[in-house]
């Protein structure tokens, strides 16, 4: 088993930053990669972010370039850098771990998840 636990959410306003971040712990040796997925009000959860075991980063084309997604292999935590924010972010933010090398989308284990809040 592998535990999620987020932190950094909140209300901030359309423009500013947030930052969130993610720490594993239990069978963190299983974990290949670890991401961020998001699900706004009456919406689908949708894919944010992920970081590969290899080190390779990928994202939502929609979100290149204003979200920044950092590992630390030694710690087992990842970081969500989100700047530029705008009302349409407003969603829980959820963090995700796969045990599979090759499945970078569909997550093994899931956070709680922490609500960001963007005001306009």
């Known amino acids: 088993q592998v535990q999620l636990v987020e932190s950094g959410g909140g209300l901030v306003q359309a423009g500013g930053s947030l930052r969130l971040s993610c720490s594993a712990s239990g069978r963190t040796s299983s974990v290949y990669t670890m991401g961020w997925f998001r699900q706004a009000p009456g919406k689908e959860r949708e894919f944010v972010a992920g970081a590969r075991s290899t080190g390779n980063t990928y994202y939502a084309d929609a979100l290149k370039g204003r979200f920044t997604i950092s590992r630390d292999y030694g710690q087992n935590t990842i970081d969500l850098q989100m700047n530029s924010l705008k009302p349409e972010d407003t969603a829980v933010y959820y963090c995700?771990?796969?045990?599979?090398?090759?499945?970078?989308?569909?997550?093994?284990?899931w956070g709680q998840g922490t609500q960001v809040t963007v005001s306009s």
């Open positions: 995700g771990a796969s045990t599979s090398y090759f499945r970078i989308y569909n997550f093994d284990y």
